[in-house]
Structure formats: structure tokens, C-alpha cells
């Protein structure tokens, strides 16, 4: 029996040491700062690197490319970029006026290119016509909009693992850090650099593919224990919505068109209203959406993603009290409404009404069954102050409410002149203060 015994334990402590890169999950971001995380809401994700110059998929076209494909990346891409237009003032006022709290910019995706000055390689931006370090420019200039500083970091790097004489893959065993010593070394320098020479970093994005990725993460704890890790320290789903809120804090990060990096030609774009509609989800969910923008090789931000943040700009103009300083509500959606509730005063509910054809001047009223109203229960439309109807002075457009036995009854009006046309397609947001769940709808 003792002999089973002994087979049985060495038989597991196999398993637990051969399952351990697999199993590592540390976090370490304290509660106090995913709280003050959470609160930011909305973010600007920034991929920029030099194969913008030609349009593709940022890195990527590297995995399994030729050796003269490979060549020419990193020994022509350098000598012609030279984003002379660059000028990160313009990115963080645009990220303010759309009512972004934080950017994340990538300061090396995967293939190994520095968007900042580097001790540990000449396979950076110091090394091109440009030769100046964007990463701190860019930290520099959001940091003045008061905008928080987040930095993206790939630990698979190509350029690295090529000059090992590895082939460029997503698979090979070799290509991860955690079979590959010098690597990881070398991304740990690299990571101490990005953390230490451009003052207070908030946020960090580790897109690796290996799990223990996740030690890269504690060595940038160990730099700066109130560093908050978003991918490596919590949920951050790519390009998809969770179907109901995560525990916790969460991040979801999107494209506006399909691509991350810049895409010159064959791109399609999700409309303002597609990406006001994410924001609201979201937030309803308990989430923070972080929302890509790719410049062009000359350094701006190309023009239909500009119009599309200036048009969540507006929306945010009306409705910004919504966004922030909210958790969600008992219950995040109710037929064409997404709620959620002021932080300070939970009695307050934020319902966005959105899918809905409202006119302007067009008083409708909807019967929100999750919602238990009283005396003191009031309502009012973000941005409105519910008395005048431009170039209407008969039509009375205050909003008003009325508690019932099968709900709240509200009643409302797009009131508020935005387009010179009048037809503004993004949702009005209803504050609804004094105000309950519903539980027996």
C-alpha cells in the first residue's frame, strides 16, 4: 500500500510540474487601481508600426514568408519610414474630444520593431529617416490632455527569434518564452525600459501566445506594483462581446475596420453608430471598450476613422454623464433599452434607447417593466433641458413619467436640434432619478 502510495504522489507531482506553464495565472493588480480602471470606460488603441508603409496586417506577414520576404522587412521597411506629419497633439485632443480616458499604443508588436529608443536592438524607429522616439511623444502629449499613459508590448518578437535562426511561427515551441531563455531575457530588458524611462505608465497590454506570458506581467508588477495589467491580468475579449457581464474588471479591444493596423484600400468601417452602440453595451456589461485606430505611414490618423470618433465626440458631448462613474443596473437590457446606474446614487438609472426610430419633435412613450417608480420618481433627456423645440415654440417636449403597476411609464421627445437636418440616428439617453428595480415584472 505504502509502494501504491508513492507511485500515486510521484504520478502527480509529474502532472502538476508538466502542466505548470500551462496552469501559471498570477495577478497582481491591486482592487483599488482595476477600480480606478474601470472607471475610465473608453479608451484609444493606437497599432502603428513600419509595415504600415504598405498596408498589411501588422507583423503577421511574417509567419511562415520566404527568406527574401523576410529580408527585405526588416532590412528595407526601415530606411523608407518616415512619418513626417506626426503630430500627437492632434491624436490625444481627438481622444479627449471623443471622450477617451486612457491610450494604449504599441510600443513593439510581434515583430520585434521598437516604436521607441531601445538599448537592446537598432530594429527601431531611432534606425529610420524618422529617427525619433514616438512612444514618448506620444506619452507626452496625451499625459497633457490628462489622458491616462497605456502601453502595448508583444513578447513574441520575429526580428528576434529569425536572428536565432528560428523560422518565424505561431507554433513552434522555440518561439515561446518559455523555451526560450534568451527571449525572455531580452523582453524583460526591453519591458524595464518602456516601464522606467518615460515616467508613470497606468496600464499594460501583454499580447503574447504563450501562457507564461503571464511572468512578464509579475516582472512589470515587481517594477511598478500599481501598474494595472489589462491582457495578462484579466478578461480582454478581441473583436467579440461577452453575452452577459464578467466578473470583475474587463476590456474589450475592437477595430473600426477589419484590420488593426493601418489599410489603404479594401477596407470597410463600422458606422459611428455601430461603435456608439459597442460603448453602450459595454458599459452596461461592466466593461471598458478600447477602440483601434491604425495611422498612416505619414503619421495621422486616417480620416474616416477621425470621423467616426468626432461623431462619437458629439454623442459623448450629450451624454457623457452616462458613461462615467456607473456599474451596471440589476438587469442590463430591457427590449430596446440598455441601463445601467450611477455609482454615487444607485436610485439614479441611465437607459440608453437605442434601435429605436425617434423623430425629431416626436413625443413617444415606452412602458420599461424593470423599473419601479414612485412620487418623487423624475425623468429627463441628456443634453435637453425638456422646454423648447427649435423653430416649434407650440409643442411642449418635457419629459415626464408615470408609475404603474406593470412598470414605469415613460414619455419623452428627441427634442434637441443635432444635424441640420434633424436626423440624428444615435441614441438619446433617459436619466431616470429615484428609481428601483423591479423584480416581479
Known sequence: MKLKLLIFSCLMMFAVSSNLKAQIKIKRNKPEREAWFSSLGFGMFIHWSLDAQVGSVISHSMVGASEDYIDYYIKNLPTTFNPHKFNPDDWASLAKLAGMKYVVFTAKHHSGFCMYDTKTTDFSIMNTPFGKDVTKEIIEAFRKQGIAIGLYFSPDDFYFIHNQG????????????????????????????????????????????????????????????????????????????????????????????????????????????????????????????????????????PQEQDDRLREVALWNLINHEALYGVTPFDIIKENNFWFVKSEENPSTVYAFLTDETLKHGERKEFLIKSLKGNAQTKVSVLGHAGKIVNYQPDKDPTPFCVPTDKGLLVSVMRAQRIYNNYQWPNPIVIKIENVAYKEDK
Open 166 to 301: 528560428i523560422p518565424v511561427s505561431r507554433k513552434d515551441e522555440k518561439v515561446l518564452i518559455s523555451n526560450n531563455k534568451e527571449l525572455m531575457d531580452y523582453d524583460k530588458k526591453q519591458l524595464k525600459e518602456l516601464l522606467t524611462q518615460y515616467g508613470k505608465i497606468d496600464i499594460l497590454f501583454i499580447d503574447g501566445m504563450d501562457e507564461q506570458s503571464n511572468l512578464l506581467a509579475v516582472h512589470a508588477w515587481d517594477i511598478d506594483p500599481d501598474l494595472v495589467v489589462t491582457r495578462g491580468g484579466m478578461e480582454t475579449p478581441e473583436q467579440n462581446l461577452p453575452n452577459s457581464p464578467i466578473p470583475g474588471p474587463w476590456e474589450a479591444c475592437f477595430t473600426m475596420g477589419t484590420q488593426w493596423q493601418y489599410k489603404p484600400t479594401n477596407e470597410t468601417y463600422k458606422s459611428g453608430t455601430d461603435i456608439i452602440n459597442m460603448l453602450i453595451e459595454i458599459r452596461a456589461k461592466g466593461g471598458n471598450l478600447l477602440m483601434n485606430v491604425g495611422p498612416d505611414p505619414y503619421g495621422e490618423i
